[in-house]
């Protein structure tokens, strides 16, 4: 690498610093518009950064833990949900399930078992208090992990936790450039995800816990390449064990099985192996907890999200609109019933209709079975975006890192009091989005995968 090209990453590195250390510590969620200037800088560096090849592969390692660790010591300035986390933790440290109380209840009783128990519920807001957890068990041990180590703190609680989350996305890494090159695609496309400012944000900074499920999912894939499949099949458990998500894959596993086995017959069953494994995992990892009223408490939270919630939604927000033309209310009661029959034949489709035999052409898949239901959802929160950026790794597609950028408009909302979506940046959004991804899908006409 030439001197000049070593003082340009230097400067990037150094102005990225800058901007991560004011974000982390003078940003507050309101201030959109200095939310905005630093994101579109940070995502300049991020951009040149990735331009420079000659940059050798331990630096952008380095750095990539270096800006994560700027955000080791602050509280989350984007983000309140992990007070619910913590609060959920130092529950099971107490003995407690946490998914048969609400938090709201507690607190009118004057009856709460945990430490700073006000601070907590003041911090989640009562909108999250008010509900019960709706987050599966391995997260949960992580949570419980916080409260092991840090039960008197809660600077301490987001300490650990958010040392899990950078040891997940280490993990990310390794098992992601592993994997990279058994598909034969270049390993700085991990860099995609590693490096992305919005990943080190969201997720670093605001101890969103999908790095713990996206290790678990690219852990799954790698050892699924490697022919491994009971393997893969606990792993992709454990990832379902952390968010519910990836079990929207689970139907596009059919044609790796079925079409890569020379006996039909042999195929369906290593298939029906390879879900028994899935499932029996899933089901043991929720037995500490399994309960009638945890399946009343559980699938009622899990169900808010179809029938009550409400953001950042592309062509859920087209389809209210319409129907407020004819009923003019409660858009969602009707619409949310429709999205997972959307989804389910949208699967099918997928499942049966392509070819996805090879890893590649199954990961493909993955990230478009994902990326449709998030295009419906009535509930698109920026944090979502890392399953399709992970993916997205494994394939030709770039439009996951586009959203990745974009998804900052959404963030409009917070600056006002209470809370207020302004439509023409969702718009915008979802307009540059899909400029792009009909750009990559029609005019750029990317390799199949």
Known sequence: MSLLKKYNVLILTFVSVCFYTFFAYSLERTEFYKLLIL????????????????????????????????????????????????????????????????????????????????????????????????YPPINQLCFFLAALFSKHSILGSVIVM?????????????????????????????????????????????LHFEPIMLFFVVWSLYKLQQQKWISAGILLAFAVSVKLIPLIFLPLFYQWFVKNETSYTFGIKKLIGFYT??????????????????????SNSVGLWFRNFEFNASFYYIAREIGYLFRGYNEIA?????????????????????????????????????????????TMHPWYIGSLLILSVFTKYRFPVVWSFVIILS???????????????????????????????????????
């Open 39 to 134: 994101w579109i800088g940070l995502f300049g560096s991020f951009y040149f950064l990735l331009q420079n090849k000659q940059i050798s592969f331990k630096y952008w390692v380095a750095i990539a833990i270096l800006f994560r660790l700027i955000f080791l010591f602050v509280i989350p300035n984007l983000s309140q949900d992990f007070y619910r986390f913590i609060w959920d933790g130092r529950m099971i440290l107490e003995g407690f399930n946490p998914y048969l109380s609400l938090p709201q209840t507690l607190i009118e009783q004057n009856n709460a078992p945990i430490l700073q128990a006000t601070e907590l519920y003041k911090g989640m807001g009562q909108l999250n208090g008010s509900h019960y957890t709706n």
């Open 162 to 206: 958010r040392l899990l989350i950078i040891l997940a996305d280490i993990g990310i890494l390794y098992f992601g450039k592993k994997l990279l090159e058994k598909l034969q695609l270049p390993v700085h496309n991990i860099f995609l995800y590693i490096l992305n400012p919005f990943v080190i944000i969201e997720f670093t900074g605001n």
């Open 277 to 298: 494994v899935v499932l029996l995992t899933i089901a043991i990892t929720f037995l500490p907890f399994f309960s009638l009223e945890f399946i009343a408490n559980y």
């Open 334 to 378: 009707i619409i949310g019933k429709i999205i997972p029959i959307l989804t389910v034949s949208f699967l099918l489709a997928l499942t049966f209709f392509r070819r996805n035999t090879s890893t590649m052409q199954l990961i493909t898949a993955m990230l478009f079975s994902l990326s449709f239901y998030y295009f419906v959802s009535t």
């Open 411 to 449: 963030y409009q909302a917070y600056a006002n009091i209470p809370w207020k979506e302004n439509l023409w940046l969702i718009t915008l959004e979802y307009v540059v989005l899909y400029s792009f991804l009909i750009w990559e899908l029609g005019i750029k006409k990317p390799t199949q995968n």
